[in-house]
């Protein structure tokens, strides 16, 4: 598709080293620090199961345990590892209830050889878990290679969430019947506020069902005997989002997910999560998904349910740009990037559907072999569906005009009800109808040389490159802080979690960060 917009190849390469330039300080903050969340996640990989019973998962009581003696900025696992020799403990889990208990305490060793000691039985237990992932991985590539991917591109994305796993489970095994291709379990409102992943299967979520690995396991092993019985892949979709992204990141990669909501400042600008938690979090969960080869959704569609979709177009090539250098740097490769943007230009307006059009084949151009994330209406939808329907239509149209790699069904319902069965019946089909009937059309759709669509992309470019050069003079956080994105003010010294930071001491020491860059 390279070419249709006819993008001056030298702005393209000014944009994504301005964006380089502009992330690149906060990739250095992230390397430099860590967080409550990335420590259990280490401990997860090490073994760490279970909840006391209050339902505070054990890994959290021994990293509250191991920071109350000797702080995070070691990092967890030398001191964990260091306890196990000297206690003769060989489980990791039975030493956190042992620590909870008050039975335990826990030092950074002076000795390098119990140093190096600690090291390699940490190595080792983190080492089981990545394995674990690794096979998961490799089971995803079997199944997909004996039941095939869907035929047709875009893949058409739909959400399951009642708030009870096991009525989530039919529901999503009838939406993937009914045509959807890859099954996203949207997440208990407020639970990326949690400090704690909740364990166990679920049943009483809020508008959504909690991420837990039981959940996950659950829904994973319910699609894989629905693409065996379709004879195609059904991909699952989660959070790895709020103030437990790196945990929720490992326990998608341990159960074979396929995706993941995992953007750079969504959790920032719109849940008020401190942004260097959030930098640090999303950096070490995007390893771990590089090594799980999990897709990672990005959250630019959000912008625009917040600032006016035309004047912010440009703050989403710019969040793009961002997102995809934070990606590479941790690992992902191109076809791991569902980087995201949305229809959410108002109606009303005239030639709203070109400028949809002219936004959309900006970012295919931009980002030609990412499976992007295309988001349907929500801003203006009006409670009519007939409308609602004529609009997602539309919608639907622009993903096939310009080739989007996962399509999110829209619902004519949105804004009134939480969809039923029936509801996202009519959108499937309304989506079949028009893919089917499109096509390959985006072969054919060649914008006007010199054109309206054209010269608004152009227009949409160069604004992104000006915004970027004032990150890059300004910092990236500061740009955050004066509501930059989505017209949300969030300082870098506030937000949710902050306490759960901590800047590494010449001796920090993490296994799974160890492994994951090597």
Not at 37 to 44: C, W
Not at 238 to 259: F, Q
Not at 283 to 300: D, K, L, M, P
Not at 461 to 483: C, F, M, Q, S, Y
Request: net charge negative; aromatic share 6%; hydrophobic share 45%.
């Amino acid at each position: 598709m390279a070419g249709k917009l006819d993008l001056d190849p030298r702005v393209v390469r000014e944009a994504r080293a301005l964006a380089a330039r502009a992330g690149q300080p906060v990739v250095d903050l992230a390397r430099s620090h860590t967080t409550v969340s990335v420590e259990r996640a280490v401990l997860r990989l090490a073994g760490v199961r279970g909840a006391d019973q209050d339902g505070i998962p054990w890994v959290n009581r021994l990293v509250d345990a191991v920071r109350a003696d000797v702080g995070l900025e070691h990092g967890v696992a030398v001191p964990v590892f260091h306890a196990m020799r000297a206690t003769g403990v060989d489980d990791v889990t039975v030493l956190a209830q042992k620590a909870a208990a008050g039975a335990v305490r826990f030092g950074v060793p002076l000795k390098k050889a119990d140093v190096t000691a600690a090291r390699r039985m940490a190595r080792k237990a983190t080492g089981d878990g990545l394995r674990t992932i690794d096979r998961r991985r490799a089971e995803r590539e079997r199944m997909i290679k004996r039941y095939g991917d869907p035929a047709q591109r875009p893949w058409i994305y739909l959400i399951v969430a009642t708030g009870d796993i096991l009525e989530d489970i039919p529901q999503a095994q009838a939406a993937a019947r009914a045509g959807a291709d890859v099954i996203a379990v949207i997440r208990s409102t407020g639970q990326s506020l949690l400090d704690y992943v909740p364990e166990g299967a679920t049943r009483e979520g809020f508008a959504g069902t909690y991420a837990t690995q039981e959940n996950f396991r659950l829904m994973r092993a319910a699609l894989d005997e629905t693409s065996k019985e379709l004879g195609r892949y059904v991909r699952l979709t989660n959070y790895a989002s709020g103030l437990c992204m790196p945990e929720i990141a490992a326990l998608a990669g341990l159960e074979r997910l396929d995706m993941m909501l995992n953007d750079s400042m969504y959790g920032i600008l719109f849940r008020d999560i401190n942004p260097i938690r959030t930098f640090v979090d999303q950096r070490f969960s995007r390893q771990v998904h590089a090594r799980a080869g999990i897709i990672i959704n990005t959250g630019e569609d959000n912008y625009l349910t917040t600032a006016d979709a035309v004047e912010a177009a440009h703050t989403v090539t710019v969040s793009q740009l961002l997102n995809e250098f934070f990606a590479h740097e941790a690992g992902l490769a191109d076809w791991q990037l569902g980087l995201g943007h949305a229809f959410e230009i108002n109606p009303e307006l005239p030639e709203s559907f070109r400028l949809e059009l002219a936004h959309a084949l900006l970012a295919r151009e931009l980002f030609p072999d990412a499976p992007l994330k295309w988001m349907p209406p929500t801003k203006h939808m009006t409670g009519d569906v007939f409308r609602g329907n004529l609009l997602d239509g539309f919608f639907n149209l622009v993903g096939a005009l310009t080739g989007q790699g996962i399509l999110l069904v829209g619902m004519m319902t949105e804004a009134v009800v939480t969809p039923w069965l029936s509801d996202r019946d009519i959108a499937l089909q309304n989506v079949r109808y028009v893919l089917t009937g499109a096509g390959n059309l985006h072969e054919d759709f060649v914008p006007a040389p010199g054109g309206f669509i054209q010269r608004r992309a152009h227009a949409v470019l160069a604004e992104a490159v000006d915004l970027l050069k004032r990150i890059e003079g300004d910092t990236l956080l500061n740009a955050i802080a004066d509501g930059t994105f989505g017209i949300m003010k969030r300082p870098a010294d506030r937000g949710k979690g902050l306490d759960g930071v901590a800047k590494h001491a010449e001796d920090y020491y993490n296994p799974v960060t160890e492994a994951l860059e090597s």
